[in-house]
């Protein structure tokens, strides 16, 4: 009698990285992607929002039209279109060395969940300036205006194992850090130590 051949096992299909909040992650694609810290994805923030509004500010008051409306034209340009075309990157992204991806798929988001990433995080940004404006009049009400952006990225605090915003979690996007970058925080540290030797130099004489 002809051996048998052994009955074929059955393996299991290796599961696909999921985004926050579908599932856990796989971790030979997802676990592995050098997360952002939240000091350098809020440093990103900003800058982009501070370009916008000072840009949105000039026009807004040249164009005798809502400051509102230009303001999230030119944060849908920006966050979006841009980013879109250039590798997850905005100028506050370039900045600071981190691009944004699909957790999934580890590519760039597409355009639809770009935009429904940035209409949460542009409101909140756009409520927080409202709500400087209010406490530079000293009106305790623009705390409130704030809290939003503080608990969106509060929640990237918290959460220590994907460092998900709450503007993430509905794309289950991840931001990353990448050599394509400009390292504005190493040479402000590069130029701040220059002018600290200097500065003592001249002390010395």
């Known amino acids: 009698m002809r051996d048998r ?10 599961r696909t990285a999921a985004p926050y909040g579908y599932g856990p992650p796989d971790p030979n694609r997802s676990a592995y992607l050098p997360r952002a810290p939240v000091w350098r994805r809020g440093a990103a923030t900003a800058i982009d929002g ?22 999230f034209a030119l944060w849908f340009a920006l966050r979006v279109v841009m980013v879109a075309n250039n590798r997850g990157q905005s100028p506050g992204r370039l900045a600071m060395d981190i691009k944004v991806l ?21 409101t909140a940004f756009w409520l927080a300036l409202m709500g400087l404006g209010q406490l530079a009049q000293i009106n305790p009400a623009g ?9 969106d990225y509060a929640a990237a605090i918290a959460d220590t194992d994907q460092r998900a915003a709450l503007h993430d979690r509905p794309i289950g996007s991840v931001i990353i ?3 394509r970058g400009f390292s504005l925080d190493l040479k402000v540290r590069r130029w701040y130590q220059l002018l600290r030797d200097r500065s003592d130099r001249f002390m010395r004489k």
């Open 50 to 71: 501070l370009l916008v509004w000072m840009v949105s500010s000039i026009l807004g008051a040249a164009l005798h039209t809502f400051a509102a409306i230009v303001f």
């Open 143 to 151: 705390v409130l205006l704030i809290a939003p952006l503080g608990i």
């Open 177 to 179: 850090q990448t050599q």
């Open 102 to 122: 699909d957790g999934r798929s580890r590519r760039i988001p597409t355009f639809l969940d770009l935009t429904k990433r940035e209409a949460i995080v542009g």
């Open 5 to 14: 051949p052994p009955p074929p096992q059955n393996r299991r299909r290796p």
